[in-house]
């Protein structure tokens, strides 16, 4: 029986190999777009219906003239864009869901100070839809939990396999999710850094953008412990990705620059915070007070906004 079932898993695994888009990643997807995109519209309802999306014209404007000519380089038309701003002057934060979902909170409005630095947000948010991270996430934790579920079936119950249960969890968190999930914000950098030079927008504010939430996140967490990469480490990488993404700036159309406004109660860039600024974006259904979808998609790192 056993041998059946992990033919079967083998055989499902090898049917679910996808690429990303740009750097050409493997990954192991095992939800349809078509649930994924469902899990996603369902849970930015639910964000909606408990924030309060500011819809003026100076905060939501940029947010969506910004997004919308970065979706349109995203070459995804199947895809229902949309993109808030949602008034919450103290999260300095942005995410997306499936299907191309997005939602900045206006306490980021400081760090990104232009429409070139919302450029750099929503690149990168824009990147982990195309890529399809929030399903690639969902289906490590499918994995992660067949994986405990069979171990637990082959070592039998008792206090003996349940210790060992649990340094297994904990090892599938520091070995598996968490780097991947680094990985998936590297290459949301990456990605995005492309999108915005494609779409007119000078990638070189990237590092000064990263440079001003480095100021902004305090005290961060080691590497290996985060689920994104550090800052040192982002900067060497966009720094290293920066002459692809100039050849496609400098071929594109340059989108004009403007200042974001102000934003009453947000704090300054200039004021450190130890407020895990640093775990800054994700593609996660479970936050904002989404409430979890069915128990099978359970296992979903939580390193999502804080």
Not at 44 to 49: M, N, R, Y
Not at 183 to 199: F, K, N, P, V, Y
Not at 219 to 230: N, Q
Request: charged fraction near 20%; glycine fraction near 10%.
């Amino acid at each position: 029986m056993l041998r059946r079932g992990a033919r079967v898993a083998l055989a499902a695994l090898l049917a679910s190999c996808a690429a990303a888009p740009y750097t050409r990643r493997s990954q192991l997807i095992l939800i349809s777009p078509e649930e994924e995109n469902k899990l996603g519209a369902r849970a930015f309802q639910q964000v909606l219906g408990k924030s309060h999306v500011d819809g003026r014209e100076q905060v939501n404007g940029p947010v969506e003239g910004v997004g919308q000519r970065l979706a349109r380089v995203a070459e995804r038309p199947d895809y229902k864009w949309r993109f808030v701003a949602i008034d919450d002057p103290k999260q300095q934060n942005a995410f997306c869901l499936p299907g191309g979902k997005v939602a900045v909170y206006t306490g980021i409005f400081p760090l990104a100070e232009s429409t070139n630095g919302l450029a750099v947000v929503l690149g990168h948010e824009i990147a982990h839809a195309l890529a399809r991270h929030g399903a690639e996430r969902m289906s490590q934790g499918l994995v992660a939990q067949a994986g405990g579920s069979l171990l637990g079936a082959w070592l039998g119950g008792g206090p003996g396999p349940n210790t060992i249960l649990a340094a297994y969890g904990l090892g599938a968190q520091l070995g598996v999710l968490l780097p991947y999930s680094r990985t998936q914000e590297s290459e949301a950098d990456h990605i995005g850094l492309l999108l915005m030079a494609r779409a007119g927008y000078d990638p070189r504010g990237a590092l000064a953008f990263w440079q001003r939430m480095e100021r902004a996140a305090g005290g961060a967490p080691p590497e290996f412990l985060s689920t994104h990469p550090s800052h040192g480490t982002r900067e060497q990488q966009i720094q290293a990705w920066l002459p692809e993404a100039m050849r496609y700036y400098e071929a594109s159309a340059h989108a004009g620059v403007e200042p974001l406004p102000a934003i009453a109660g947000a704090t300054p860039r200039s004021t450190p915070r130890s407020d895990r600024a640093h775990e800054f974006f994700t593609c996660n259904l479970f936050r904002a007070g989404v409430s979890a979808p069915p128990s099978s998609f359970s296992p979903i790192s939580n390193d999502a906004m804080r």
